[in-house]
């Protein structure tokens, strides 16, 4: 099984709908990250949380909203969905740094949640 | 706004050729990471340079990092078909939030 899981993998809705895609880790992990990724844009930090009582807003957090359910699990939702949110959805998980002598935060990615707003 | 920006957006090489890819950022980074993201998926991280560091080396992997001019490059020496993919350069910002913010990438065909 993959370390971070993401679902669903490939999801179309319409305009106005609710739409909540889901991450799940089994990496022991405290932190994660909800990425967007459009072309020739790279990726854009969306929201991120250091523990479960702990979110932050990235650069993108406009129509977006996160709920970190356990340490394990993070769901991103758009509320209304809208066309511009078409992109390929990326959560990723981090180690403190530090805990392992890093001292930087390294990501470990999911496979992405591609997502078609009509 | 993106912190990142890399040089050249798309290359294509040969097989056993060397690849050059570079990166610029804007403000002080505690650290920089490259990540490889193969067609549609999950990015991979390849490799950790941080700020007090100038060069280092993991496998076919050479990375440099220049604080003064703001900017890094990777290096893939003697490229396979399997280095096809897209690399991006991530930077950790000098006060240690632990966020990073990725660059738009730099496209890597290599030809058989």
């Known amino acids: 099984d993959a370390d971070v899981t993401q679902t669903p993998r490939n999801r179309i809705t319409k305009t106005g709908k609710r739409i909540m895609l889901e991450c799940s880790q089994t990496?022991?992990?405290?932190?994660m990250y909800w990425y967007r990724q459009d072309p020739g844009l790279g990726l854009r930090l969306i929201y991120y949380?250091?523990?479960?009582?702990?979110?932050n807003k990235g650069e993108i957090s406009d129509g977006y909203s996160v709920s970190r359910q356990a340490q394990a699990k993070f769901s991103l939702s758009l509320e209304s969905a809208i066309p511009n949110q078409t992109a390929l959805y990326f959560c990723?998980?981090?180690?403190?740094?530090?805990?392992?002598?890093?001292?930087?935060?390294?990501?470990?990615f999911g496979a992405g949640s591609r997502l078609t707003v009509l | 706004s993106q912190q990142g920006e890399e040089d050249p957006q798309a290359l294509s090489i040969q097989e056993g050729e060397n690849a050059t890819m570079n990166c610029s950022y804007k403000?002080?980074?505690?650290?920089l990471q490259w990540y490889r993201q193969n067609s549609g998926r999950g990015l991979v991280h390849l490799i950790l340079?941080?700020?007090?560091?100038r060069e280092k080396h993991s496998g076919r992997l050479r990375v440099t990092l220049d604080t003064s001019k703001k900017s890094s490059s990777l290096l893939i020496t003697a490229s396979r078909a399997a280095d096809t993919a897209s690399y991006f350069c991530?930077?950790?910002?000098?006060?240690?939030?632990?966020?990073?913010?990725f660059g738009q990438g730099t496209t890597l065909q290599v030809k058989p």
């Open positions: 990723a998980t981090s180690d403190v740094p530090g805990r392992k002598g890093l001292g930087a935060n390294v990501l470990t």
């Open positions: 990496k022991g992990h405290d932190r």
């Open positions: 949380s250091f523990d479960v009582k702990d979110i």
């Open positions: 403000t002080s980074i505690n650290n």
């Open positions: 340079i941080r700020s007090n560091e």
């Open positions: 991530a930077t950790g910002e000098s006060s240690n939030t632990g966020k990073l913010i």
